[in-house]
């Protein structure tokens, strides 16, 4: 399985060892997604950087986007940068809508609709999920959730005491089993009745578990099917030089998830964790 890793993007991290970033705060970055679509980003410490798995999940925007997709509703929920809201409309979608709880990231995704376009078709809204969004059916739906779990107490404890001034907020990767469980409660209403709703799943977000209470909760018959699109391997990633500082806490709190099921992953003979990214497919029953 670890064969799966890719170490062949240029600007990544080769290894399990992501400390040599290779962007400043403030840089531009250039992401390639297939097709001849690329997007200039800027990096700012309060906004999530566009990761390895957000480039997988746009390549299979790319692939999978056909022209119903392109010429219907498009919502990116929990867009931060607004990768994949402006990936669609470099793609030629006009009808999209992003939203994300970080107000920092509604502000950088219309900085970057300006960069890449000069001007805004870009419906953008700071929501929590579906919450502040004015339309409510969508034809496809793409979610990048936060793709750890809630922190215990002693982990919230060390990413309280390495808080400083502009970094990534907590949310922006913790919480995920919570925010991905209230996502698949509110998406039937806002799918539509012959749309996809996209979501990536990191293993450490505890998938099995969600997907055991999606179907306890609706006692065996969730409201929506779904489907596992395709699944990619990745060394752990640490995202900010903060989260880095705290390294052994993380792996702790991630065996920690491991010991009672809540995650998987992959542990080679050095002790590295390699995490799966999930592409999953949600979607109405046919009838
Ligand atoms: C893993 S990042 C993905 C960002 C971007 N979509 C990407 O692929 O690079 C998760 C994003 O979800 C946002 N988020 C977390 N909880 C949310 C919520 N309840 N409602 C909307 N957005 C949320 C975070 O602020 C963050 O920008």
């Known amino acids: 399985m670890l064969g799966l890793i890719d170490h062949g993007v240029p600007g990544w991290p080769h290894s399990a060892d992501d400390s040599i970033h290779p962007y400043n705060q403030d840089e531009m970055y250039k992401m390639y997604f297939g097709l001849g679509q690329s997007l200039e980003l800027i990096h700012t410490a309060q906004v999530f950087k566009v990761s390895l798995a957000g480039l997988r999940l746009g390549s299979y925007l790319v692939r999978t986007s056909d022209q119903l997709t392109l010429n219907s509703s498009f919502l990116d929920i929990g867009t931060g940068s607004g990768v994949h809201a402006l990936l669609m409309r470099k793609l030629g979608n006009n009808h999209i809508t992003a939203a994300d709880i970080s107000k920092n990231s509604i502000n950088q995704a219309k900085k970057h609709e300006l960069i ?153 003979q050095h002790g590295e964790i390699y995490w799966s990214y999930e592409i999953v497919e949600f979607f109405h029953h046919k009838t």
């Not at 400083?164 to 209403?189: H, K, N, S």
């Open 116 to 268: 890449n376009f000069t001007d805004k078709k870009i419906s953008f809204h700071v929501s929590d999920l579906f919450e502040g969004i004015p339309k409510d059916k969508f034809h496809t739906i793409l979610f990048n959730p936060p793709g750890w779990r809630t922190p215990s107490n002693s982990l919230l404890d060390e990413l309280k005491s390495i808080k400083q001034q502009g970094q990534i907020p907590i949310r922006a990767m913790f919480y995920g089993d919570d925010v991905v469980t209230r996502f698949l409660d509110e998406l039937p209403v806002h799918l539509s009745t012959t749309g996809r709703a996209i979501i990536g799943l990191n293993s450490l977000v505890g998938i099995r578990d969600i997907l055991q209470r999606y179907h306890e909760k609706h006692q065996g018959v969730p409201p929506l099917s779904y489907k596992l699109i395709e699944r990619h391997t990745f060394p752990l990633l640490y995202y900010s030089a903060q989260w880095r500082m705290i390294s052994h806490a993380l792996k702790d709190e991630f065996k920690d998830w491991l010991k009672k099921d809540l995650a998987a992953y992959s542990i080679d």
